[in-house]
């Protein structure tokens, strides 16, 4: 397929790498206005244009990756030129209803939220369509396969999964932060401390991953009765490591809706 993606910032590349990486058999086109800036990217064959409406026609899927107060712009120029086209859009507030609304009829209107770890082929991508788009949604599903996970969800959970799995990054990363100022505080130098940080959540997430199981299964593996870790978790939930990840995660919800 020729997929042509459109606002090459952070989302719009990272997808075009992870698709250029995980699944080249896809050729992918990504454009942004100053598109110098991600002209590194033809060395792995993607094309590269300020013309957002450069070969489109010859698109099978159109990706917005573009903040929600461009989009207008951006149908505008594309609309004109293009009929019978999925167009996936991963803006954020933009309800399949609206954007199908802007599109018409003649195209496909699909809502994906990807994050950054597309780039790597480890992105979860919660995918909505509507049902008689159910075919396009389902190559879309395909497609993000290719890059991770790809679960089809009620689009009323895309804010929540704006949350869990886009802001979900940063969640991520600051625990593995922590982890690494106190692997620091206990002996080890920033850089041995973030390798072991790091691989371990990657680690406890694939095991996750491949025995779809329930985390708590998991962490009764590696609590001995009245050993360190079983001592070490009890004392972070005293200092509410649940609790506040739970509120932050709510907390973040609260200001996607407002
Ligand atoms: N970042 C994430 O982790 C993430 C995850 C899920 C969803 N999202 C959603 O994805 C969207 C993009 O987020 P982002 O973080 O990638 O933002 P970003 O880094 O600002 O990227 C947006 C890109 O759009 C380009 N652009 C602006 N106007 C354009 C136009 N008329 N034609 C073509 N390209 C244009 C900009 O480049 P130029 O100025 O050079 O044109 C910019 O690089 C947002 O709606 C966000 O909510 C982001």
Redesign the pocket.
């Given at each position: 397929m020729n997929i042509h993606i459109?606002?090459?910032?952070?989302?719009?590349t990272s997808v075009a790498i992870g698709i250029a990486k995980f699944s080249s058999k896809h050729h992918v086109t990504l454009?942004?206005?100053?598109a110098d800036?991600i002209k590194h990217l033809e060395a792995l064959s993607i094309t590269v244009s300020a013309n957002?409406t450069h070969r489109i026609q010859e698109a099978d899927i159109i990706i917005l990756?573009?903040?929600?107060y461009?989009v207008e712009?951006?149908l505008s120029e594309i609309l004109p030129v293009i009929n019978n086209k999925i167009i996936a859009s991963?803006?954020?507030g933009l309800s399949i209803e609206m954007l199908q609304d802007k599109i018409g009829a003649a195209n496909q209107a699909i809502r994906i939220?990807?994050?950054?770890a597309a780039q790597f082929g480890a992105s979860a991508t919660c995918v909505s369509y509507l049902e008689q788009h159910t075919e396009q949604g389902q190559k879309m599903v395909s497609l993000f396969k290719d890059l991770g996970t790809a679960p089809v969800i009620d689009e009323k959970l895309m804010d929540a999964a704006?949350v869990l799995a886009?802001s979900g990054?940063a969640f991520a990363l600051r625990y593995i932060r922590a982890s690494m100022q106190a692997g620091i505080e206990i002996g080890f130098d920033w850089q041995t401390a973030l390798e072991i940080s790091a691989q371990t959540v990657k680690g406890a997430a694939q095991m996750l991953l491949e025995e779809q199981t329930h985390p708590e299964q998991l962490i009764d593996r590696v609590t001995t009765p009245k050993g360190c870790t079983i001592a070490g978790l009890n004392d972070m939930e005293r200092h509410g490591f649940s609790a506040s990840l739970i509120s932050g995660i709510k907390t973040s919800l609260r200001q996607i809706q407002e």
């Open positions: 459109i606002g090459g910032g952070n989302l719009g454009t942004r206005r100053n800036k957002n990756t573009v903040k929600p461009q712009l951006i991963a803006v954020s939220m990807p994050n950054v704006t886009a990054t």
